[in-house]
Every structure is written in C-alpha cells, then in structure tokens.
C-alpha cells in the first residue's frame, strides 16, 4: 500500500527501546528470583507437617518452579531477540546518518547540478547500503512524465521499463508520482504485497527491491519538481528515524543544493549577457 507519512512522526530512539528491555528483564529476573525463595521458605515451613500434606506442597511447589523457569526462559528468549532487533535498527540508522552527512558535504562547493545528483545517488547506495536511487523531474506534458536525470545501484534499466508519472492514473499511484502529486512522503512497504504498485512488481522483484520511498523536492515557493526515490532490499525498510533524516536531506537538496544552483547559473548568465551587450551595441552604431 502506498502511504503517505506522518508529518511529525512519534519517534521512541533505538538507545531508549533498548535500556527499556535491559530494565524489563532485570524486573522480571528479580520478581523469578522473590518468588523462589518465597517458595523455599513454604517448603521448609511445610517440611514439619504430616506426610500427605508434605506431599501436596512439594507437588504445588514443584508446578510453582517449573512456571517460574518458564517466565525466566521466555523473558531472557524475548529480550535477547528485541535486543538484537535494536541493535540491527541501530546500525542502519548509523549507516543513514554517515549517508545523510556524506550528502550535505556533497552539496557544498558543486557547480554543476548533474554531478551532484550523481553524487547524492551513489552516496545513498554506497553508504546507506540501499540497492538503487534516483532523482526524477516532473515534466509538463500532457502525459505528465516522470524524467529520471541521475540514479545509482541496481538500476538494469528498471526506469526504461517503469514509464513512471505524476498523473492521477495507474502508473502515477506509486511512490514516485504520489510523492510529486501530494508534495509528501510516499512508501510501499512491500512489492510482494502491496496491490498499487501492480505495474511494477515483477521488474522490481527481479531487480531485488522490496521497500520503495519517494521524497518530495520543492524549489523556494514550496512547488514540487520533482523526487528523491530510493529503494531497499529489505521490506518495511523505512524507520522513523530514518525517514525523517531523508526528509531533511532532501529539503537541503532540493533548497540548498539544485535550486542555489540553478540560480547561480542564472545569475552568471545574466552578467555574461550583460558583458555582451555593450559590445554588441558599440559594434550596430
């Protein structure tokens, strides 16, 4: 399903889900460990009584060990695997942060807008790990089209094949069109099950994609151009955490880097033709 996401979204970090398990499971090792020896000191305050009441306690308590182990078991199994899970979490967005940083460097001291969206796509393959990325730009046409203008990883002339748009129609209902259409954040979740992306399924999962995110770009009057794609290996690859830093590169992208340069260029063809100008006028008189 494509999604468009939270705005402000709430985000519990990976270092708090973390200390919380680490805590959770010190709690119920303590309360295992109150229990059992509340049960030692009922088998030694039964020890004294008749056979057959000594009988049954040991039976009760012996039900009452066995639960307690379990609890033990089930907590150290559950905390070990969301342990891991966060610890996963926590590399990834590592390797989000060294790609967003690596980004925002890319963008100081450019002059050509092609190689800088080189660059932001090779960076995001290279160092977030993610298997392709692409920037498109909307065209006007009556189509609507999709241009694609820079990408890196696993392409394989996905984008040939993808006839992507911006228009309200099957083809513009995936991440990339929603993305430009809305202004907003768009994701699939999963190629393997989400129905919109119909028209793309077969390709993508040839090409090993399972997670797609599309990123609006918007000049200076907040008018979208056009998006930042990236697509990952793993399904519901897309944190939080990791989103929100994307937003953010891509806003500086889109501000700090395409648009300065675009009007940079303007600025230096304005004086260029300004140099010209009295040279032409000199040479008609």
């Known amino acids: ?79 070990m695997w969301r342990l891991k899970v966060a610890e996963a979490a926590l590399r990834r967005f590592d390797r989000e942060m060294r790609a967003t940083s690596r980004c925002s460097r890319a963008m100081v001291g450019l002059k050509d807008e092609q190689t800088l969206l080189n660059d932001i796509c090779r960076v995001l393959c290279d160092e977030a790990g993610y298997r392709m990325a692409w920037v498109g730009y909307a065209e006007n046409d009556d189509a609507k089209t999709v241009l694609p203008v820079a990408w890196a990883g696993s392409e394989d002339e996905y984008l040939a094949k993808a006839n992507i748009t911006w228009a309200d129609t099957e083809r513009g209902r995936g991440p990339t069109g929603t993305a430009i ?32 995110i599309a990123l609006p770009l918007r000049d200076e009057s907040a008018r979208t151009f056009g998006a930042l794609t990236i697509y990952s290996a793993e399904p519901n690859a897309f944190t939080a955490e990791g989103v929100r830093l994307m937003e953010e590169m891509a806003g500086d992208l889109a501000s700090f880097g395409i648009t300065s340069l675009r009007a940079r260029t303007e600025r230096n063809l304005a004086a260029q033709s300004q140099q010209l100008t009295p040279s032409t006028t000199m040479e008609t008189s």
């Open 1 to 79: 399903m494509i999604t468009t996401l939270e705005k402000t979204p709430r985000i519990a970090t990976v270092s708090r889900m973390t200390r919380f398990h680490y805590l959770w499971f010190a709690l119920i090792v303590l309360l295992a460990g109150f229990v059992l020896a509340s049960l030692i000191v009922l088998w030694l305050i039964q020890k004294n009584t008749d056979p057959t009441r000594q009988n049954q306690s040991l039976w009760f308590i012996e039900l009452l060990c066995l639960a307690v182990v379990i609890a033990i078991a089930y907590s150290l199994v559950y905390t």
């Open 181 to 212: 259409r809305n202004g907003e954040s768009a994701y699939t979740r999963d190629f393997k099950t989400d129905r919109q992306i119909d028209a793309w399924r077969e390709n993508a999962l040839q090409r090993g994609y399972r997670s797609s």
